[in-house]
């Protein structure tokens, strides 16, 4: 059982560049999310979909995009790429939208944007 | 609204020693606590979760956490630290009726030293 892939596990872009995330579970969860990573700043939201064909921003969301394709599949999508976007990127699952449901995460994405 | 303060950003014990790692939240529903342990360059595991019942939470590799909803607390701590538990530690909350928004602290880093 793979749980949460996301591909790819590293990436340096030009300041400018676009490029997509790719994230997929095979848990058949109903919810996905993104998140970033930064150095003394915990975990923080980008965007999230609770239920396949419906996606909601998060905490911070500018600058990216988001695709629910299926329900096993969540792609995030910068459009043109800032060195503000350096970061470790976090794609999860939960199978509902409830409280007391864990999150399962992807093994993260390390992104810089030189 | 929500949020979570992990009190202390690094935290070092010797090795045998007991480890305390402090979580306060603020939440204006009744919240659902997870605590989850990342090592270095890998993704985030559960460590245990609180819902509402029981308010001593067991957990795995002998770590354990007391809701104690007077003091807005959710204090994480262990017996007897071993090397392997070095690893950044994340206190997570979300709300009951709130759907699966986690909302993270910033991290405290566990050293354990001979």
């Known amino acids: 059982n793979a749980g949460v892939t996301q591909t790819p596990k590293f990436q340096v872009l030009k300041t400018g560049q676009s490029m997509t995330l790719q994230c997929a579970q095979d848990?058949?969860?109903?919810?996905m999310y993104w998140y970033r990573q930064d150095p003394g700043m915990g975990l923080r939201l980008i965007y999230y979909?609770?239920?396949?064909?419906?996606?909601d921003k998060g905490e911070v969301p500018n600058g990216y995009n988001v695709s629910r394709l299926n329900k096993r599949e969540f792609s995030l999508r910068l459009e043109s790429a800032a060195p503000s976007q350096t970061s470790v990127y976090f794609c999860?699952?939960?199978?509902?939208?409830?409280?007391?449901?864990?999150?399962?995460f992807g093994q993260g994405t390390r992104l810089t944007v030189v | 609204a929500q949020s979570v303060t992990q009190l202390d950003s690094h935290v070092s014990v010797s090795e045998g020693t007991p480890v305390l790692l402090r979580c306060n939240y603020s939440?204006?529903?009744?919240?659902?606590l997870f605590w989850y342990v990342q090592h270095p360059n890998k993704g985030l595991q559960l460590l245990l979760k609180?819902?509402?019942?029981?308010?001593l939470v067991k957990g795995i590799n002998g770590f354990e956490a007391e809701f104690k909803k007077s003091e807005t607390s959710f204090h994480l701590t262990k017996p007897s630290a071993h090397m392997s538990d070095a690893a950044e530690y994340f206190c997570?909350?979300?709300?009951?009726?709130?759907?699966?928004?986690?909302?993270f602290g910033t991290g405290t880093q566990l050293k354990v030293e001979l």
């Open positions: 999860a699952s939960t199978p509902r939208r409830t409280d007391s449901t864990e999150a399962f």
């Open positions: 848990m058949n969860h109903n919810s």
């Open positions: 979909s609770a239920s396949e064909g419906t996606t």
């Open positions: 939440s204006s529903y009744s919240p659902s």
């Open positions: 609180y819902t509402s019942a029981a308010t």
């Open positions: 997570v909350v979300t709300l009951t009726g709130g759907g699966n928004k986690l909302t």
